[in-house]
């Protein structure tokens, strides 16, 4: 028997539902270039949403990439280094300047309160994450934004499904981009999207995404590649039929990691947002103040097969790559909780007996 657990594992239809939606594609021979299953998914996410504008691209990434360069963004784009890699290299690969904000200790997005003493005249954006699917504190932003007249993208990669009141998570700021990658909540396989209020985007986006090109015969834009091709598309059309399914069943899991481990003194466990819909994309624990120390835990798991992951473990602003660029002692609070944060294994299949398992090796 293989009882090894993952710190994830991808959601998938049966391989009957994906065979058949993938049959015509046999008969069209169109592979990808915004092809019917393209089309197909962009109306099933505009509904899911509820939202008017959508753009499709092959990752999260490239999308985020995309809507940096779109949007004309300049100087400086303020955004915190408690995030997967990719926030912070989509703004420095469009050749623009990062500028970190700390994090609050409550949910880990981006701290409000210190948001307005790092804008510059050279500011022209910022890029907060709704980290763990923890919805930021969006009104505090708009109202930023507003004032200094500021372009606001949410890197909601982790916030597929989420709701605020009855107001879903892609229709806040400017431009929310979504990763659709094997191991989010909802995937492509690869893939993602970004939602946006403003509709001229839309011909800006399709250009940039393909090579620039607008016509036979002309091209406009120093564009790229980040189309998402038919498979991909095939496979977000059989998971978005079930993906409410799959959040109630992580729902679950995360209920009784909640009440195994939330009495446990020197383990901290994030709070319920108020009248936000949750997707249960990640069960964050920050061990501080406990008899084990984080890697510690991560070890005592290893030992029983089970991979938790030091998620966001280092901060993006500690990079090798940015050659001591920034200083992290710059941002405290992300510091301490990256030092601390272990992400537990979760996803829709994860049993019950796992997840008591689990907990028994942390707690024994
Ligand atoms: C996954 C992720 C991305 C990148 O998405 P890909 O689809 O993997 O390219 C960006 N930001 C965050 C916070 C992510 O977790």
Redesign the pocket.
């Known amino acids: 028997m293989n009882n090894e657990i993952q710190v994830t594992r991808s959601s998938m239809p049966s391989i009957d539902e994906y065979m058949e939606e993938i049959r015509d594609l046999w008969e069209s021979h169109w592979l990808t270039n915004m092809g019917v299953k393209h089309k197909q998914l962009e109306a099933n996410l505009l509904s899911y949403f509820d939202t008017s504008n959508i753009t499709l691209?092959t990752?999260?990434?490239?999308?985020?990439e995309c809507t940096i360069a779109a949007l004309n963004l300049t100087g400086e784009i303020i955004t915190t280094p408690f995030?997967?890699?990719?926030?912070t290299h989509?703004i420095v690969r469009n050749g623009l300047e990062p500028v970190f904000c700390d994090i609050n200790p409550e949910d880990y997005t981006i701290d409000v309160n210190k948001l307005e003493a790092l804008i510059t005249e050279k500011t022209s954006a910022i890029i907060p994450?709704?980290?763990y699917g923890n919805v930021c504190n969006v009104s505090g932003i708009e109202r930023i934004a507003k004032k200094y007249n500021l372009k606001v993208i949410y890197?909601a990669?982790?916030a597929f499904g989420v709701k605020v009141g009855n107001t879903s998570i892609a229709n806040f700021g400017d431009v929310s981009?979504?990763?659709?990658?094997a191991?989010?909540v909802f995937n492509t396989i690869?893939?993602?999207a970004v939602t946006y209020k403003d509709e001229k985007l839309q011909k800006v986006l399709y250009d940039i995404k393909n090579f620039g090109i607008t016509g036979p015969e002309s091209v406009e834009y120093v564009g790229g590649n980040a189309k998402m091709n038919e498979f991909q598309a095939a496979m977000g059309i059989c998971n978005l039929r079930h993906v409410d399914m799959e959040i109630k069943r992580r729902k679950a899991v995360v209920e009784r990691y909640n009440e195994r481990l939330c009495k446990i003194n020197g383990i901290k466990i994030c709070k319920n947002q108020e009248g936000v819909k949750k997707n249960y994309a990640y069960f964050p624990v920050v061990f501080d103040g406990y008899r084990l120390n984080r890697d510690e835990i991560v070890e005592k798991l290893k030992g029983y097969n089970i991979h938790a992951r030091k998620y966001?473990y280092p901060l993006t602003n500690s990079f090798e790559c940015y050659n001591g660029k920034f200083d992290d002692n710059k941002t405290p609070i992300a510091k301490y909780i990256a030092e601390r944060v272990l992400t537990l294994p979760l996803y829709a299949d994860l049993s019950l007996d796992d997840v008591d398992r689990i907990c028994d090796i942390i707690a024994d």
């Not at 990752?59 to 985020?64: E, S, T």
């Not at 981009?177 to 990658?181: A, C, G, L």
């Open positions: 691209f990752n999260g990434h490239l999308a985020l995030t997967f890699a990719s926030t989509a994450v709704h980290v890197d990669a982790h981009m979504f990763s659709f990658h191991t989010k690869e893939g993602g966001f």
